[in-house]
């Protein structure tokens, strides 16, 4: 049976548990700020995307912007921001768990027959020298692939544990004429 998807409700975020290791040759990546490595994400077909915090990204300094549990509407967004910073060693191990896995094989896209009605699609992304994506649609069905669901386990084990919550410290206001 493959594992269980994570899911946003009020459980506490996941703890970096990964054991160290060996990298023969540490793989090339773009170190920009804004060069996105992974993203992993678990949309639900009635969260608008303009409210949704994906579940990970991974930039190329390390920074890494995550959702933590389900927030209420009131608060504009469907999860708070949380964001820390992974070294250089857990960016080259957990780069390297995900080319050395089963998942660098799988199609770009897997749904259960029959589909059901609105169930979630998770989706892993990862840019290294091509971009390999992944979505699986209804990610619990029995059918999903289990090297999906491993590599979804594994970047969310990779949580730094001195995360923070995001607080903006400045905003702007766009306006129009209503008339």
Same mark, same amino acid.
């Given at each position: 049976?493959?594992?269980?998807?994570?899911?946003?409700?009020?459980?506490?975020?996941?703890?970096? *548990?990964?054991?160290?290791?060996?990298?023969?040759?540490?793989?090339?990546?773009?170190?920009?700020?804004?060069? /996105? /490595?992974?993203?992993?994400?678990?949309?639900?077909?009635?969260?608008?995307?303009?409210?949704?915090?994906?579940?990970?990204?991974?930039?190329?300094?390390?920074?890494?912007?995550?959702?933590?549990?389900?927030?209420?509407?009131?608060?504009?967004?469907?999860?708070?921001?949380?964001?820390?910073?992974?070294?250089?060693?857990?960016?080259?191990?957990?780069?390297?768990?995900?080319?050395?896995?089963?998942?660098?094989? /799988?199609?770009?896209?897997?749904?259960?027959?029959?589909?059901?009605?609105?169930?979630?699609?998770?989706?892993?992304?990862?840019?290294?020298? *091509?971009?390999? *994506?992944?979505?699986?649609?209804?990610?619990?069905?029995?059918?999903?692939?289990?090297?999906?669901?491993?590599?979804?386990?594994?970047?969310?084990?990779?949580?730094?544990?001195?995360?923070?919550?995001?607080?903006?410290?400045?905003?702007?206001?766009?306006?129009?004429?209503?008339?």
């Amino acid at each position: 049976t493959p594992s269980p998807m994570p899911s946003r409700t009020n459980t506490p975020p996941p703890t970096f *548990t990964s054991t160290p290791t060996i990298i023969p040759t540490p793989l090339v990546i773009d170190r920009h700020p804004r060069a /996105l /490595l992974i993203e992993a994400d678990l949309l639900e077909p009635t969260t608008p995307r303009d409210t949704h915090v994906p579940t990970f990204r991974l930039y190329g300094d390390g920074f890494i912007v995550f959702a933590g549990e389900r927030a209420t509407q009131a608060t504009g967004l469907d999860a708070p921001v949380r964001t820390g910073r992974l070294s250089e060693n857990a960016i080259q191990n957990l780069l390297a768990l995900l080319n050395q896995s089963e998942f660098t094989n /799988l199609k770009d896209y897997y749904e259960p027959r029959p589909k059901p009605i609105d169930a979630p699609t998770a989706q892993i992304s990862v840019y290294l020298n *091509t971009t390999k *994506t992944v979505a699986v649609y209804a990610p619990d069905d029995p059918s999903s692939p289990p090297a999906f669901a491993d590599a979804f386990k594994r970047i969310m084990q990779s949580l730094p544990m001195d995360f923070g919550t995001f607080i903006p410290v400045e905003a702007f206001l766009e306006s129009t004429d209503a008339g």
